[in-house]
């Protein structure tokens, strides 16, 4: 407020102004509806007065002739004019204390000259009369994050969802304030308590929803193939042996096969913020018995002619395996014929599964071949290409055909040993400029010692049989 006499800026609550000293005079501010009801409140009580008057006998007006006589008018109504102001502006300022619109227009004044302790105090004035304007609370807010106390400002924040539950900027605000802190676990707790599934998939990136199993825990007479999905954005991390599960433990990303006997699978969801969900856990009781393993009759060691793997099924099972290092299950290869080893160090595994699902234990492969040859495969292809141009099988090496649109394209398939020739195998594929390649039946060979091509012939009985390309 400034002083009137020296234009002093003077501090709220002073009577007087410190520097000239003039005496300072509050007067409320007056709303246009307060007046008219003052106006409306006056010709009410003149009105009233005027009835009355009329209804007076001649001897109340002798009395009050007389009690006018020793009381001058202008006094009378000198005091009765102080007493009315008096109420009235009583009347105007518990009008104005107890309405929230006008807490507010002080806080905005205050909030607009810089006085942002003064505003905040109107603007909670302004909440508890109406606590369920959201405008209200959030310019307390805007207040508490200018004063650098963003806890209470979440504390507004909090009772405006209550309020108005679908209130995205609310939620929206919350978030920005824990993100600038990092303290993304303080979110996910958050919008688990007080969000809608709405809101839940407007800010899913913050979520860390609980991991779901797909079977129920509880007692199984047949193997068990639990799967854990989850609702968020992250990773899920499993135990099998009881163990707490953190974000260390083995990340889920194949389905669990349960054998016999009884497995305690906990999971944990973590979102990609770090923040993590409650712990689930079930308790898995199979009481199946497993089957016996698959017998591999190839043993593990070094090679240096191709060799093949070929694996006794138990009964009643199928066998599946990988050649990746991971271990198989249901969903991996599934064992049909015999296994041409790869070039190279392989690592092979195979397990058995019956029709009620129960797996057997895991049995490992490890092989290294190393092939003496007299040229790489990629040679044996040229050498391929070659030949067919030379018996007229193909018009060119590039694969092109005398009475067909296409081409031929062949690509490297194994080595494998047939008649005890090894050979580089190579499958062919038909392509044309407009549709993708399909591969034909035709599998060609290369002696990797000598460089002959052979048609390679495959039995209905699963037999190999080569033919000399001539």
Do not use: W
Not at 176 to 186: A, F, L, P, V
Not at 297 to 316: A, C, F, H, N, T
Request: charged share 20%; hydrophobic share 35%.
């Amino acid at each position: 407020m400034l002083c009137p006499k020296c234009g002093n800026e003077i501090e709220d609550g002073l009577m007087y102004c410190p520097k000239c000293g003039e005496e300072i005079r509050i007067v409320p501010d007056f709303e246009p509806e307060i007046e008219q009801n003052i106006e409306d409140t006056l010709y009410s009580v003149a009105m009233e007065v005027d009835d009355k008057e009329s209804d007076e006998s001649p001897l109340d007006e002798i009395v009050e002739n007389e009690a006018a006589k020793s009381i001058p008018k202008p006094v009378i109504f000198a005091i009765a004019g102080f007493f009315f102001v008096l109420v009235c502006c009583l009347g105007i300022m518990i009008y104005n204390d107890n309405s929230a619109p006008h807490q507010v227009k002080l806080g905005d004044k205050a909030y607009a000259a810089g006085n942002t302790k003064n505003a905040l105090n109107y603007y909670k004035k302004a909440v508890s009369l109406d606590p369920e304007n959201s405008d209200y609370s959030m310019k307390l807010a805007d207040c508490y994050l200018d004063m650098e106390n963003p806890d209470q400002a979440i504390e507004v924040y909090k009772s405006l969802v209550l309020n108005d539950p679908d209130s995205t900027l609310a939620y929206a605000q919350i978030i920005s304030i824990y993100e600038s802190s990092k303290r993304y676990d303080d979110i996910a707790e958050f919008l688990a308590i007080y969000a809608t599934d709405n809101i839940k998939e407007s800010f899913l990136e913050y979520t860390a929803p609980d991991p779901i199993f797909g079977t129920e825990g509880g007692d199984y007479d047949e193997a068990v193939i639990l799967t854990i999905s989850d609702t968020g954005h992250g990773k899920v991390h499993y135990t099998v042996d009881g163990t707490i599960p953190s974000k260390d433990s083995p990340e889920y990303n194949a389905p669990i096969i349960l054998k016999k006997g009884e497995h305690v699978i906990q999971a944990l969801f973590v979102n990609e913020y770090g923040a993590e969900s409650n712990i689930v856990k079930n308790t898995y009781n199979v009481l199946a018995e497993a089957p016996t393993e698959p017998i591999v009759s190839l043993e593990s060691g070094d090679y240096d002619k191709p060799q093949l793997i070929k694996v006794i099924v138990p009964d009643d099972c199928n066998v599946y395996y990988t050649f990746d290092g991971t271990d198989p299950n249901s969903l991996s290869h599934i064992y049909g014929e015999p296994i041409s080893i790869p070039e190279g160090a392989s690592t092979y595994k195979f397990v058995a599964i019956n029709s009620k699902g129960i797996a057997s234990e895991i049995v490992q492969c490890d092989y290294n071949l190393t092939i003496e040859s007299m040229f790489s495969k990629e040679d044996g292809l040229n050498i391929l290409v070659n030949r067919l141009v030379q018996i007229g099988y193909l018009v060119d090496t590039s694969g092109t055909l005398a009475n067909f649109p296409g081409k031929y394209i062949y690509l490297f398939g194994e080595v494998r040993m047939v008649n005890g020739i090894s050979l580089y195998c190579y499958n062919e594929y038909y392509a044309t400029a407009t549709t993708s390649r399909d591969m034909t039946s035709n599998i060609f060979g290369v002696d990797i010692m000598t460089g002959n091509v052979y048609m390679v012939n495959k039995g209905i009985n699963g037999v190999y049989s080569i033919r000399l390309m001539q």
